[in-house]
């Protein structure tokens, strides 16, 4: 009889051993993975997000955590049908063409989610090896459109002759937005005011003929931030830049620029 009653406290004793293992090697492995996600998380702040809600504001700490400064809207622009898939074409860039995070570096996210660096997080100018991604070109039949391309060729070819000898006009056709930089820093170092806009690698300062392919209207910026980080898309404009051109409604259009341009 005793026995068995020795018997009966071991065997719980040996029930609740191994029941307190068991807890033991779950919190093991739950802290484990707990660890995986965190060094996962760090990873993705190798690199700026390629999309974020239009408007969105962000830095990162001097661990590359991301902190939201502002977050922006959906409802920011309203496409037409037509410019709706002209910027579902624009696709985000490749991680590898994204610019790496930097501690306190800002990032604004133009009027269609894409990153324009605004304040660099550093001295020194942003060193970025970036190979130019283009977006085929949306084919149409839009006469209109194609007589305002024909003009600006025209003009070009002239400016061309005007400058033989002198510097070279540079020219690319593409997709441009606008984001709300305004009033902020930008990563040239200066704030920036109605006439500032972005480009990936245009020297910062250099004054930028902006012409659109949709009405044939035209005006001209100041390359002081970085970006849009997107395939297709050549420039970003301050929404007061862009509105001389077109409705900021509008979010995108088909547009050709010129530099650099003579103050």
């Known amino acids: 009889m005793f026995t068995k009653k020795m018997f009966r406290m071991n065997f719980d004793k040996i029930i609740a051993f191994c029941s307190v293992l068991l807890l033991v090697l779950s919190s093991w492995n739950s802290l484990a993975a707990t660890a995986l996600n965190s060094n996962e998380i760090d990873k993705s702040h190798n690199k700026i997000p390629s999309y974020m809600k239009p408007g969105t504001i962000i830095t990162f700490d001097e661990n590359g955590k991301l902190i939201i400064l502002s977050e922006g809207s959906d409802n920011l622009v309203s496409l037409s049908k037509e410019d709706k898939k002209i910027a579902e074409n624009c696709k985000p860039l490749p991680e590898e063409d994204l610019p790496e995070v930097e501690p306190g570096m800002i990032v604004v996210y133009d009027a269609l989610g894409a990153p324009v660096v605004i304040h660099q997080g550093q001295e020194e100018p942003l060193k970025i090896d970036l190979k130019e991604v283009?977006?085929?070109?949306?084919?149409?039949?839009?006469?209109k459109s194609e007589k305002i391309?024909?003009?600006a060729n025209?003009?070009?070819n002239s400016n061309n002759i005007l400058q033989q000898g002198a510097i070279k006009l540079n020219t690319e056709t593409g997709y441009i937005s606008w984001y709300n930089g305004e009033?902020?820093?930008g990563a040239a170092g200066v704030?920036?005011?109605?006439e500032s806009?972005?480009?990936k690698t245009i020297k910062f300062w250099t004054r930028v003929k902006v012409t659109s392919l949709?009405?044939?209207?035209?005006?001209?910026?100041?390359?002081l931030d970085r970006g849009p980080y997107m395939q297709g898309r050549i420039l970003d404009m301050v929404k007061t830049a862009f509105s001389k051109i077109h409705n900021p409604s509008k979010g995108i259009?088909?547009?050709k620029i010129e530099w650099p341009i003579q103050s």
């Open 214 to 223: 949709e009405n044939g209207k035209s005006t001209t910026v100041k390359i």
């Open 253 to 255: 259009f088909r547009g």
């Open 197 to 199: 806009a972005a480009h």
């Open 149 to 151: 391309e024909n003009k």
């Open 134 to 143: 283009k977006l085929d070109e949306i084919k149409t039949n839009d006469s």
């Open 154 to 156: 025209d003009d070009e």
């Open 191 to 194: 704030i920036l005011d109605s």
């Open 183 to 185: 009033g902020k820093k």
